[in-house]
């Protein structure tokens, strides 16, 4: 095969790879390494295919041979990573992102998931410090605000995840789930008038956003609300019926209603005045 050739074959590869026909991809980038069988890169982007088709191990097995034939390479021990999260191995994928941000530190997507598996591992100082090196690289990713956010709600900086979330908005005003957790976070902070505003602008975006409907009920149950706590509790209920109950049941928000007849009749699914 000619340079000219093995070339075309890495251009197809990666172009059925952007047009999410990754077995195709595979089969083009497998056909190469057949005559270079160390060439990093082709070993790197055939892994992101084996992502695309969930074939995590096999993705795994990629980067590492990308990784032995360059130790170096950022994007391989990125996408190693990646593979091992999509597996909930977040301590072994924190490992590979480490070495990913250590070999390219301009690589906000790697920040942005190491910050991520950090999360999940309840480490959220960590997350935190990692998402604020995302958004110093990429500051219109309203997702990395977003999971900032989350982030800091979960170290109780209300105040800060609010900030997180104002900025996640500003970017993507049409983002349902931020304006939804905007919600939560000011009705944590006892700013029920602004909290109820978020939620309905994140409904404003998506009506059918259970979400935001437990997410007012919850606000006015706590702020002493119970009539509206239960008209919004019903339209998540309808929304998901089986989801919003089981929740609803152990929720401390509603520990105020908990007895009220149209609550207990909402829970047990019997008809009521909402």
């Given at each position: 095969m000619s340079q000219q050739n093995a070339?075309?074959?890495?251009?197809?590869?990666?172009?059925?790879?952007?047009?999410?026909?990754?077995?195709?991809?595979?089969?083009?980038?497998?056909?190469?390494?057949?005559l270079q069988p160390d060439n990093y890169e082709v070993w790197s982007h055939r892994g992101y295919s084996l992502i695309g088709l969930e074939a995590y191990d096999e993705a795994i097995v990629s980067f590492e041979q990308a990784i032995r034939a360059h130790p170096r390479c950022a994007i391989a021990w990125h996408g190693k990573g990646?593979?091992?999260?999509?597996?909930?191995?977040?301590?072994?994928?924190?490992?590979?992102?480490?070495?990913?941000?250590?070999?390219?530190?301009?690589?906000?997507?790697?920040?942005?998931?190491?910050?991520?598996?950090?999360?999940?591992?309840?480490?959220?100082?960590?997350?935190?410090?990692?998402?604020?090196?995302?958004?110093?690289?990429?500051?219109?990713n309203y997702r990395a605000w977003y999971n900032r956010a989350l982030a800091q709600a979960a170290l109780r900086r209300y105040e800060d995840a609010l900030t997180s979330l104002d900025t996640a908005v500003a970017i993507k005003p049409s983002c349902d789930y931020a304006w939804n957790y905007r919600g939560i976070v000011l009705s944590k902070l006892d700013r029920l008038a602004e909290s109820i505003a978020s939620f309905d602008r994140a409904l404003r975006h998506r009506e059918d956003n259970p979400g935001a409907w437990y997410g007012k009920a919850c606000a006015y149950a706590v702020h002493g609300d119970g009539d509206n706590a239960i008209k919004n509790l019903h339209q998540a209920i309808v929304l998901s019926p089986n989801l919003y109950r089981v929740m609803a049941q152990t929720d401390e928000s509603f520990d105020e209603i908990r007895h009220s007849d149209q609550f207990r009749f909402l829970l047990q699914g019997r008809q009521g005045v909402f």
């Open positions: 070339q075309t074959w890495f251009q197809q590869g990666n172009a059925l790879h952007g047009a999410g026909r990754f077995q195709g991809a595979v089969n083009r980038f497998d056909k190469l390494l057949t990646i593979a091992l999260a999509k597996q909930s191995r977040y301590e072994e994928a924190l490992s590979s992102f480490a070495k990913a941000v250590k070999y390219d530190s301009a690589d906000y997507k790697a920040w942005y998931n190491q910050g991520s598996a950090q999360a999940a591992l309840y480490r959220y100082k960590e997350a935190v410090a990692s998402f604020d090196r995302t958004v110093e690289l990429k500051p219109d």
